[in-house]
């Protein structure tokens, strides 16, 4: 938890990820909103609204959690 804890605190403050956390924006049904790797299988989905600072994080899992068809 504590790389999670990390993650949010550089996103709430409005600082860019490292490289290593391979942050992207995400298409289709998650069009909008973007994922970084916490770990190397467990991400995170999230979306920043800059206009009033709120740091929406929408889910958090492995890649088959999250994008199982």
Do not use: Q
Not at 42 to 57: A, P, T
């Amino acid at each position: 938890m504590d790389k999670l804890f990390e993650v949010i605190d550089i996103l709430a403050n409005g600082d860019a990820l490292d490289a290593k956390y391979r942050d992207h924006d995400l298409t289709g049904n998650y069009k909008g909103t973007r994922e970084c790797h916490i770990e190397p299988n467990r991400l995170l989905i999230y979306e920043i609204y800059e206009d009033v600072l709120v740091l929406m994080l929408y889910r958090m899992g492995t890649h088959s959690e999250l994008f199982k068809k």
